[in-house]
């Protein structure tokens, strides 16, 4: 049976509230760049309890329209050299601080819409409401999460008749977070973020999460990886999340904090030196471990008691403008 022979019509009436939950990676390795253009990654995700809003309702003209607006305790990055999204139209975005969110085809969440509509042939389209807490060009996946919220309600708002695997597939197509971000809590990722193996969610965790005030486009930051990467070692690509993804499973955090690593780390702090710095305060207030996220540059720290990480988030509240308490879900 085809993809659309597989969609349904029967869309259901009303409003669909659905949240985005951002995502951490709490180890990151990049391989070789492969012949589609995406790096060989090996990377441990896990979902977070900050989010952005979203409301569907469904449109029976077949439009798709895309509102974006800043959430009231949102954290604004300011916009760089190397911004996510740098160049786009004032009247293409909404300007949130120093930098701009798209409204229309830019966007993955309208993106998302489109793809699911004309993969099945629909005739329906939706008015959706996004409200902005994830930053952009953050590390911490907002803009996927947001796809993958998407995806997930308008098969419900569209009765499309998909199951988990197939939305996974047409998320692929989205981006490399998209597919973990569909349904996932916690998981190894591999290949260009295609190959999800589940692992045990390890929710509860005390993290403070530190937004960093600019915006890092993942583009730029793996063009730096390329530039930086010796060619010698791409005959030498070791994937070593496997001993991570057991450290994750057994909930060891000591085990985990001696084998996290994100190769973009001294990279984009090199030219954010606000990551370097949000990482040894994080340190010096307490945290087992503390990394920066995806290719940055939001900086997160893992606190063995719930206590220490919201003394942390007081004393560095001063330096760090956004600083919060968060958890794994």
């Known amino acids: 049976m085809g993809l659309r022979a597989a969609c349904g019509t029967a869309a259901v009436t009303g409003v669909l509230r659905i949240r985005a939950y951002a995502k951490i ?69 909404v300007q949130l601080g120093g930098g701009g969110v798209p409204t229309g085809p830019a966007n993955l969440a309208w993106r998302a819409a489109r793809l699911l509509q004309e993969a099945c042939g629909l005739s329906l389209g939706a008015d959706i409401r996004l409200v902005k807490r994830i930053a952009a060009g953050s590390g911490l996946g907002g803009g996927s999460a947001d796809a993958a919220a998407v995806l997930r309600a308008l098969r419900r708002l569209w009765r499309v008749a998909l199951d988990a695997a197939t939305l996974r597939r047409l998320a692929e197509r989205l981006g490399a977070d998209v597919p973990f971000l569909v349904g996932g809590r916690a998981a190894r990722v591999r290949g260009k973020g295609e190959r999800i193996q589940p692992l045990p969610a390890w929710p509860g965790l005390a993290v403070v999460l530190v937004p960093v005030q600019r915006m890092v486009s993942t583009a730029w930051a793996y063009a730096q990886w390329d530039r930086w990467r010796p060619r010698a070692a791409e005959d030498v690509w070791r994937p070593d999340g496997g001993a991570v993804a057991a450290a994750v499973a057994r909930r060891d955090l000591d085990a985990l904090a001696r084998l996290a690593r994100n190769d973009f780390e001294p990279l984009v702090a090199a030219h954010v030196p606000e990551v370097g710095a949000a990482v040894d305060a994080l340190y010096r207030e307490g945290a087992v471990l503390a990394r920066m996220s995806g290719s940055g540059p939001a900086v997160w720290g893992i606190f063995a008691r719930e206590e220490a990480a919201r003394r942390a988030c007081q004393r560095l509240a001063d330096a760090f403008a956004g600083v919060r308490l968060v958890r794994t879900l």
């Open 25 to 93: 990676n709490l180890h990151l390795r990049i391989g070789p760049r492969r012949g589609d253009g995406y790096h060989e990654i090996d990377s441990i995700l896990h979902r977070i309890s900050w989010y952005d809003d979203l409301e569907l309702r469904l449109r029976r003209d077949g439009q798709i329209r895309l509102a974006v607006e800043p959430a009231p305790d949102a954290a604004v990055p300011e916009a760089g050299p190397h911004a996510a999204g740098a160049g786009a139209s004032p009247a293409a975005a």
